[in-house]
Structures are given as structure tokens and as C-alpha cells.
């Protein structure tokens, strides 16, 4: 026996072990379709195959051939990174992990189904969907004029290109919203506009970024952006919170606030409003609200029995994080495994030990960051996940060592997801 | 202190632990894997890790035990580990200790000399380019800052903040 096999073997307890482990008993009967091969979805995928020892089938189903991380798209903003640094495909998780790779857009949900937009049909015992988010219309808002780069790929490069020949050498205005909370990556909103003083600094002088935050106050590491913003870049930054956008002209470039005031910028960069994506909506999985709420035990939906949802889409108020949604997607995985199994998913030994984490290196310049961290654990009498208030943390500062420690984090990160 | 004075004190540690001695007594092995997958965002797939981040698989539990729990006694937390650490019960380090260090040190699949496969290193080519382009962006920078200081003779007070 392989040394690997052998360690596998171990991690499973006896119980178990025979029916998981075998792989024959449960390959014919237990079959997973992933929804959205992002943070959350992949991460699913592998750790399914990886701790069932390939005895879960596994299809993960996303429209694009390869993911494009949100996590350090900033950078491409200030042209440290391209997409195709950020681009990962699925060809590990199908070689090595045995994931079956399926391209298309998935628009219909139901338990024991998946509906393909080609009118596939995909059957199975358990679907988990990781969609991510999509954003509330604006009236008069195109995103292909004025772009959100909020799900990154062509959106992240609209907004480079547009930073790089629509703002003048100086005396130029860049506009950013920022969406009422919960959104995804609390600290970064502050980090764009604190890249992008950055950036428009070394073009010139007299530069203004104008941020209208619909929040009433900065959402993640107050005390660092508060320092930059009214130090570092007191000059070019101007925050303004509890400001909501009405709608935008989208050719003029102008944003007109819910109190009646056009801003006008020389480039413009709106986020609207998020939500779990229509296809969550129109399968029942939010229940008429924003985000579909879960057990978050399994992750499995309040709404629809054997349907689970993990990462930004669900509704527990845990933050809107990869380093987050790869963590759920863990306990997910655990899941699924033992309900294929035939065990308890919430034994005490288990419940007590359900936790999560976040993580969030934001760059300040273009060679400093900082970062943020946070545990969450189950309170096993309300069965919500909370913080644990003593390990929520800031960066004292930001400065060249976390920034380097930003690229180990990241790649770490994106291994532990998709290779 | 000491690599041995340091491993001594690990094995006490261990020692004092409730069941550590004894394996045998009926802990879930999964629910330890759950709780210890939560360390691979950053310490890699069953804890080898890429980059400058530290291995964590095949360490003696003794020692994750004792440097965690260094980690969680800090009194101001200054790291991001120090603040990780200040999330898990002792039993919970103790559960996360025991599952690595019952791991093989090296990555099997390094050991059987397969390359990693789908490189994910994005920062060094990264980098560079951006250095390179930076650099390009600095030069001009300076030939705009003659051209402004010859016209206008104020001081150029943006980089005052800069700590
Ligand atoms: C600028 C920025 C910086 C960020 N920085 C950080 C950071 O430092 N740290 C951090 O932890 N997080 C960060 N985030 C947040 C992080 O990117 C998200 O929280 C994370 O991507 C959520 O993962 P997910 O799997 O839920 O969704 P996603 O990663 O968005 O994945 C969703 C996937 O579903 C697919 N999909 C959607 N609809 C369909 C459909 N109908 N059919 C088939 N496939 C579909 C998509 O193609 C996509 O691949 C950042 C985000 C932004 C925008």
C-alpha cells in the first residue's frame, strides 16, 4: 500500500472507513454536482475527492473554461499583475483530483438536478452551488461604460485601460461607490481607492479620488485606512460615507447621489448593490431574501434539502471572503462525505469543532500592505457561526514584509482551491 | 531556547495533555482533518506549504502544541498567527497539533519527485515586469518634476506623510 493511501486511511475513523474509503459502494450511488468552479466551488470539488479517497463522484460545472481571481486584481489596476497571472483552469482538479469538468452556464436548480443552459441534464444525490454574487441594476448604469471590476476579467482591464488614458496628468477626478454591506472583500473598496491615490500620485499633481461610501463608516481595518486616507493621501483622497448612488450617466460619467448632487469623474468606477446571483433566486434558495441562508454545520440550504451553497452567495454573516469561502467549503465537503456515508454530520465532537477563517492582505502603495484575519466558530446553542473577538486582527502598519508575505498568502491560497 | 530543552518541553506538554497518551481512546479523526484543514490556506494542502510560509505536516504535535499556544499567550498580538492562534481552544490546538504531526514530514508528492503540478507562483514574473514598468514611470516621473520645478518653485509636498 502507498504511503499516501495508508495516511488516507488513517484520517478516516472505522466506521466509515469501509464504505468511504472503498470507493466501490459509493461510486455508483453518490455522485456531487458543483455550481461555479470560484473560491468556494473548487475548493469543494478537490477536498470532496480528496477526503472521500475518489469515492464521491464529483462533476464541477462553470461557464467559463478558467476562473479569474478577484483576490489581487487591485494589482492589475496598477499594472503589477495581468489576468493571466490571476487565471487558473481546472486541469489539476480534473488530472489529479479526478473531478469531471463540465463548461457551460448552469440556470436551473432543483434538489437531485442541475439544468444546463444547452438543456443538460445533470442528476445526482447532492448539488452545491458557489455562484458568487451579482449586482442590483442602476438606472442608467452600463457596466461596459462604467465598469464595477468587481468580478474580475474584462471588467479589471476596462477599468486599467481606462485609469491609464481617460485620467489627465493632473488635476484628474476618479469616483468609486462602495455598496451597502454585506459586500464581497470588506477591506477592499478602501484598498482600490487607496491604490489608485497611489497610482495617480505618481502621474501628476492636484489628483482627486472621490469615494461615496453608501456605509456610514469605513467596513474593515478602520484604523489603517483612516490613517491613510487622512494622512498618506489626505490630499487626494476624499471619502465621503453615508452616500447612496440614485442612478448614473453613464456616457457623461457622472453619478447622481441619493441627495440629489452630480459627481462627475474622469473615470468612474461604480459597484452596485450585491446579491446572491438570479439563478439562486429564481431556484428558490433565498426564500425573497438578498442571500441563501444554510445550516452552517453543512452548508446545506434552510430552503431545499440536499441543494448546499457556499461561499459569497449564502446569507450567514460571516464576511465575503475566498480565504473564507475555501474555508466553508471545507466544512462542506465534511458534509457531504458523511451524509454519504451514513454519519452524523452533527455529533457534538463534530459541532465543537466547526470553525472558519478569513484573511485579507490589502496592498496601501504599490510595495506596502496591510492585512486583517479573523476566526469564526460555531455557537453550538444559536447554531450560528460568530466571531471570536479576540482573534480579530489588524496590521499595526503596513509595510514591505506584509506585502511580500501577500504573495506566499495568495499563492497558498490559490493551490490549497484549484491545484 | 534550545532545539532539545525545546522538544523536552514538548513531550511534557504532551504528556500533560488529556488522552494524548492513548490514541486508542476514540477521537474522530475527520473532525481533527476539518479542524486542521483550516490552516491550508495558508500552510498549503495538508499543510506543505509554497513559498516563505512554513510546513506544519510531520511537525511533533509537542512542538505545534507549545508554539501555538506562545502564539495565543502574546500580550499584544502583532502577527496575524498571533491573532489565528487566539481562535481555537486549547483542545482545539491540541486536535490540530495531533493531526499534522501525524502526517509524513515531506510532501509525498514531492518525494516521489513529481514536479508540482500547475504552478501557481504568480508574483515573481509579476513583479519584475512591474519593476521594470515602474521604473520606466519613475524616469518619466522626474523629467515631469524638472519641468514642474523650473516653472513653478513650490515644494512638491506629497510624499510628506509617507511613514
Ligand atoms: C478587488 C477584490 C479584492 C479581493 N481581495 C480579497 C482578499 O484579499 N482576500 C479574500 O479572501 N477575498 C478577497 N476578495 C473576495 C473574493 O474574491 C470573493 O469573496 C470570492 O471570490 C468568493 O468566492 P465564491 O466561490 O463564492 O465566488 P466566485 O469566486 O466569484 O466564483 C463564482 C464562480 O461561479 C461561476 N458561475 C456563476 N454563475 C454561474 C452559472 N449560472 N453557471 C455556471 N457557473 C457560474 C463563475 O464563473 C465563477 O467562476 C476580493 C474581491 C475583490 C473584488
Not at chain 1, 166 to 195: H, S
Not at chain 2, 52 to 71: N, P, Q, R, V, W
Request: aromatic share 6%; glycine share 8%; with cysteine.
Amino acid at each position: 500500500m502507498s504511503l499516501k493511501r495508508r495516511t488516507i486511511l488513517q484520517m478516516i475513523p472505522a466506521t466509515a472507513a469501509l464504505s468511504v474509503v472503498s470507493g466501490q459502494s459509493m461510486a455508483a450511488s453518490h455522485h456531487v454536482v458543483v455550481v461555479g468552479g470560484g473560491f468556494a466551488g473548487a475548493t469543494v470539488a478537490k477536498y470532496l475527492r480528496m477526503w472521500s479517497n475518489g469515492g464521491i463522484d464529483v462533476t464541477l460545472v462553470d461557464k467559463n473554461s478558467r476562473h479569474v481571481s478577484c483576490i489581487m486584481s487591485n494589482l492589475v489596476l496598477n499594472g503589477q499583475l495581468q489576468l493571466g497571472d490571476l487565471s487558473f483552469d481546472y486541469s489539476t482538479l480534473q488530472d489529479k483530483y479526478g473531478v469531471r469538468i463540465v463548461q457551460g452556464g448552469v440556470r436551473r436548480i432543483a434538489a437531485g438536478m442541475v439544468e444546463l443552459e444547452s438543456g443538460d441534464l445533470h442528476e445526482c444525490d447532492y448539488v452545491v452551488v458557489a455562484t458568487g454574487i451579482s449586482f442590483d441594476d442602476i438606472p442608467g448604469l452600463d457596466s461596459r461604460k462604467i465598469p464595477h471590476a468587481w468580478i474580475a476579467g474584462e471588467q479589471t482591464n476596462l477599468l486599467r485601460d481606462q485609469i491609464r488614458e481617460d485620467m489627465p496628468r493632473d488635476n484628474g477626478t476618479f469616483v468609486m461607490t462602495i455598496p451597502r454591506a454585506p459586500y464581497r472583500c470588506p477591506p477592499g473598496p478602501y484598498e482600490r481607492a487607496c491604490l489608485l491615490a497611489d497610482i495617480l500620485r505618481r502621474r501628476g499633481d492636484g489628483h482627486r479620488v472621490v469615494v461615496l461610501d453608501a456605509n456610514d463608516r469605513i467596513q474593515a481595518e478602520r484604523t489603517t485606512f483612516e490613517r491613510a486616507f487622512y494622512g498618506l493621501y489626505r490630499d487626494i483622497i476624499d471619502y465621503r460615507a453615508s452616500v447612496s448612488v440614485a442612478s448614473v450617466n453613464s456616457d457623461e460619467r457622472i453619478v447622481t447621489t441619493v441627495a440629489g448632487e452630480n459627481v462627475h469623474g474622469d473615470v468612474v468606477n461604480v459597484i452596485p448593490r450585491h446579491g446572491a446571483p438570479g439563478l439562486l433566486v429564481e431556484s428558490g434558495l433565498t426564500g425573497g431574501g438578498r442571500w441563501a441562508p444554510v445550516n452552517p454545520t453543512t452548508y446545506e440550504s434552510s430552503l431545499i434539502p440536499g441543494v448546499y451553497v457556499v461561499g459569497d452567495s449564502q446569507a450567514t454573516a460571516q464576511p465575503k471572503s475566498g480565504h473564507m469561502a475555501n474555508s466553508q467549503a471545507k466544512v462542506c465537503a465534511d458534509a457531504i462525505i458523511r451524509a454519504a456515508a451514513g454519519l452524523s454530520t452533527q455529533n457534538r465532537e463534530r459541532l465543537a469543532n466547526i470553525t472558519t477563517n478569513s484573511a485579507c492582505f490589502s496592498p496601501i502603495t504599490a510595495t506596502e500592505a496591510s492585512w486583517l484575519t479573523a476566526v469564526f466558530r460555531l455557537n453550538t446553542e444559536t447554531r450560528a457561526m460568530e466571531l471570536v473577538p479576540e482573534s480579530l486582527g489588524e496590521a499595526h502598519d503596513w509595510n514591505s514584509e506584509n506585502y511580500s508575505a501577500m504573495f506566499d498568502w495568495s499563492e497558498n491560497l490559490f493551490a490549497d482551491t484549484f491545484r | 531556547m534550545t532545539q532539545s530543552k525545546r522538544r523536552l518541553s514538548g513531550i511534557a506538554i504532551l504528556l500533560s495533555l488529556p488522552f494524548a497518551a492513548s490514541p486508542a481512546l476514540a477521537e474522530d479523526e475527520t473532525v481533527n482533518r476539518l479542524l486542521a484543514s483550516q490552516c491550508a490556506q495558508c500552510h498549503g494542502t495538508n499543510g506543505y506549504a509554497r513559498g516563505d510560509f512554513e510546513d506544519i505536516a510531520g511537525e511533533e504535535a509537542g512542538d505545534l502544541f507549545e508554539d501555538l499556544s506562545d502564539m495565543k499567550g502574546e500580550d499584544r498580538p502583532e502577527n496575524i498567527m498571533d491573532h489565528q492562534a487566539l481562535g481555537y481552544s486549547d483542545e482545539q490546538i491540541r486536535r490540530i497539533a495531533r493531526y499534522y504531526a501525524s502526517l509524513p514530514e515531506d510532501d509525498p508528492e514531492r518525494q516521489a519527485g513529481s514536479e508540482r503540478e500547475g504552478e501557481v507562483e504568480i508574483e515573481r514574473a509579476g513583479e519584475h515586469e512591474y519593476e521594470r514598468e515602474y521604473e520606466r514611470e519613475y524616469e518619466r516621473e522626474d523629467e515631469h518634476e524638472d519641468e514642474r520645478e523650473r516653472e513653478e518653485h513650490d515644494d512638491d509636498e506629497r510624499d510628506e506623510d509617507d511613514d
